[in-house]
């Protein structure tokens, strides 16, 4: 069983034009490295299930959560209640932030890592 990886091990996806996410998840929570190449526009959506945290590394983005839009850069924390709509959008050049979500999203299963023996979850 393995606990770690490196991000380089993992795959990329582009999920929207521009968007590049890379994922890994537990069983309870899931963490994406999203990689934003301007121009990139994130459409309003809500998550009815999930939390999200966002930690941005590297770049500045834009992100408006329940109304309220603000610049995030290195270092920068947003957090997005669930059922809360969001969007976001790239600001220049290249941004990378983290994105863990609670509990995991099933669309990050890709890169799970300490499942195969793990006991099932209680509710």
């Given amino acids: 069983m393995t606990y770690w990886t490196s991000w380089d091990a993992l795959p990329e996806v582009e ?3 521009n968007n590049f996410r890379t994922a890994v998840a537990g069983r309870q929570m899931g963490l994406n490295r999203i990689r934003w190449v301007h121009p990139t526009v994130l459409p309003e ?3 009815p299930e999930h939390e999200q945290a966002n930690v941005v590394i590297q770049g500045r983005i834009e992100l408006t959560v329940g109304g309220e839009t ?3 850069g290195v270092g920068d924390v947003a957090v997005v ?3 809360v709509p969001h969007s976001g959008r ?3 050049g290249e941004a990378v932030f ?3 979500f609670s509990p995991l999203r099933i669309e ?3 890169g799970a890592l300490g499942a195969p023996s793990l006991p099932p979850a209680e509710d």
């Fill in 70 to 72: 603000f610049e995030l």
């Fill in 90 to 92: 790239s600001l220049e």
């Fill in 45 to 47: 959506h809500e998550h």
């Fill in 98 to 100: 983290l994105e863990v």
């Fill in 81 to 83: 209640p669930r059922g």
């Fill in 108 to 110: 990050n299963l890709i």
């Fill in 15 to 17: 999920g929207l034009p």
